[in-house]
C-alpha cells in the first residue's frame, strides 16, 4: 500500500517585490481575495485533500501570517457577545488544530528548493505535498485532492500542469512528455523558463507539487553545491530515470496566478462574481467602465 500524503509545505518566505511597497510590511500571502487571504484558500484545498500537518517555510517579516491561524479571544468574545454567530463561523476556516501547524525559517531567500529543503526534518521518510499559496485554483474538485487521487495510482513524483501559449513558455518550467495518458502524462525532462523556440511541449508546471522523499535527497546534494539559487524543478527531474517515476498532473480548474498583480485582479474579479452577495454591484461597476472604457476608443 502506499502511504498517503498527510503532510504539505507551504513556501512563503520568498520577498514578493512585484507586489511593493505593500510586501514591505503586509506578507504577500495575507493579502486578500475579496475576504479570504490567499493562504486560506491554500490551506482550505490542502485540508479537502486529506492534509493533516500543514508545514509553513517562512521569513523575516511574515508575523502577520503566524497570527492569522491563532485564536483571538478578545475578537471571539466581543463577536459572541454582539449575537454575531455567522462570523464565528467564519472564523472557523481559520483555526489549527493544536500541533497540526508548524514555522520552519528560512534565513535567506535562496529559492523555491532551498524553501522545500528546510523542511526537510518535518518530513522524514514520507510523500508530502507542496503548494505555493500565489497560485490559486478555482476548480470544482480542490486541485491538490485531484493529485492525491491521481498519485494513488502512479506514486513517485507529480508535478501540477496547465497548457500554456507558446510566448509564455518563458515564464515556467516546461515539460517534456515521454507518455500522454490523458490527464496524467509520464515525463522525461523538464525544461526551466525555455523560449517558444525551444520549448518541449506547451505543459507548465505551477505551484502544486507531490514528491517523494528522494527529492529532499537531491536539494540536500545541490545545497551543498550550488552557489544561486536552488530549483525545485532540478531537484525532481533529477530523478527522471531513476526507479522514481516523474509525472505531469493535467488539473481540471482554473490557475491564477496571484504572484503577479494582473493575476491576482483577475482572480479578484472572478471570485467576486462568484459571490452572490456582490455579484450584481460588480457586474453593474464593470458594465459601467467598460462602457466609458468603449466609448473613449
Ligand atoms: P516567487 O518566484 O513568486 O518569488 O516565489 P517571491 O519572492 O514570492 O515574489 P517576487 O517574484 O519577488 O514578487 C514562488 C514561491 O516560492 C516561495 C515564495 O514565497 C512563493 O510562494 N519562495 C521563493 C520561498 O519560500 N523562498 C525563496 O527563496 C524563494
Redesign the pocket.
Known amino acids: 500500500m502506499r502511504k498517503k500524503v498527510t503532510k504539505a509545505i ?11 511597497p505593500a ?1 514591505k510590511s503586509v506578507p ?2 495575507i493579502m486578500t481575495l475579496v475576504d479570504r487571504p490567499l493562504v486560506q484558500y491554500a490551506i482550505d484545498e490542502a485540508r479537502a485533500a486529506g492534509i493533516k500537518e500543514f508545514i509553513f ?3 523575516r517579516g511574515k508575523g502577520a501570517l503566524e497570527d492569522y491561524f491563532d485564536h483571538s479571544p478578545v475578537l471571539e468574545q466581543e463577536l459572541r457577545k454582539k449575537g454575531k454567530n455567522e462570523l464565528l463561523e467564519v472564523l472557523k476556516d481559520t483555526y489549527m488544530d493544536s500541533g497540526a501547524i508548524a514555522y520552519i525559517r ?1 534565513h ?5 528548493g ?3 529543503w ?1 523542511a526537510h526534518r518535518l518530513i522524514a521518510n514520507e510523500p508530502f505535498a507542496v503548494v ?3 497560485d490559486v485554483i478555482a476548480a470544482e474538485k480542490p486541485c491538490l485532492q485531484q493529485m492525491v487521487e491521481a498519485y494513488e495510482e502512479t506514486g513517485g513524483n507529480m508535478v501540477a500542469a496547465m497548457e500554456v501559449a507558446p510566448e509564455q513558455t518563458s515564464s515556467y518550467g516546461v515539460l517534456d512528455v515521454a507518455e500522454d495518458h490523458g490527464s496524467v502524462v509520464s515525463v522525461k525532462g523538464m525544461v526551466e523558463k525555455p523560449k517558444a523556440s525551444e520549448a518541449p511541449s506547451n505543459l507548465a508546471v505551477i ?1 502544486r507539487y507531490i514528491l517523494g522523499p528522494s527529492v529532499l535527497r537531491n536539494l540536500r546534494q545541490m545545497k551543498s553545491g550550488a552557489g544561486g ?2 530549483q525545485l524543478t532540478d531537484a525532481i527531474a533529477q530523478d527522471i530515470g531513476s526507479d522514481v517515476p516523474v509525472s505531469g498532473f493535467r488539473f481540471q480548474g482554473e490557475r491564477f496566478d496571484c ?2 498583480k494582473a493575476g491576482f485582479l483577475q482572480a479578484t474579479v472572478s471570485f467576486a462574481l462568484s459571490r452572490p452577495d456582490l455579484r450584481d454591484d460588480l457586474m453593474a461597476h464593470l458594465n459601467k467602465v467598460t462602457q466609458i472604457d468603449k466609448a473613449a476608443e
Open positions: 507551504f513556501p512563503v518566505a520568498g520577498l514578493g517585490t512585484r507586489f511593493l510586501t504577500k500571502e517555510v517562512t521569513s528560512q535567506r531567500a535562496m529559492g523555491l532551498h524553501a522545500v528546510c505555493l499559496p500565489d505551484g539559487e536552488i504572484g503577479s
